[in-house]
């Protein structure tokens, strides 16, 4: 079965950075859009970033352009988040989220499609 679990969340300092990675197994990796949401306490999920089958294109929420920097290696399998310039509103549980099959980065920003979910990561940014 799809598994997807993340890694690399923690406690960071406002200003701080910190890099998450999810690693992908029981899927064909490279034929799936790969993304980040996150979900703040009493908030819904919402879209962070999003990226292509082949890299080409990347989406990001308004609130993290600039800041966050979504990237991904198929030959391990694995999809990773960079985050800089960390602020309190950035605290949240960030779950991984693999697309539609042949799907598109887009579609799955949008949450269209079938989504496959990780168990999510806490991160904290501490002011």
């Known amino acids: 079965q799809v598994q997807l679990v993340e890694s690399g969340g923690g406690m960071v300092q406002a200003g701080g950075s910190l890099r998450l990675s999810c690693a992908a197994s029981g899927l064909k990796f490279s034929r799936y859009p790969m993304g980040w949401f996150r979900q703040a306490p009493g908030k819904e999920r919402e879209f962070v970033a999003s990226v292509g089958t082949n890299s080409a294109f990347t989406y990001y929420a308004e609130s993290v352009k600039g800041r966050f920097t979504i990237s991904r290696d198929n030959a391990k399998n694995t999809v990773y988040l960079q985050m800089n310039s960390l602020n309190s509103e950035d605290t949240a549980i960030y779950y991984c989220?693999?697309?539609?099959?042949?799907?598109?980065?887009?579609?799955?920003?949008?949450?269209?499609?079938?989504?496959?979910w990780g168990q999510g990561t806490q991160v904290t940014v501490s002011s």
């Open positions: 989220a693999a697309g539609t099959y042949s799907g598109t980065a887009q579609a799955l920003s949008t949450m269209t499609g079938s989504i496959y």
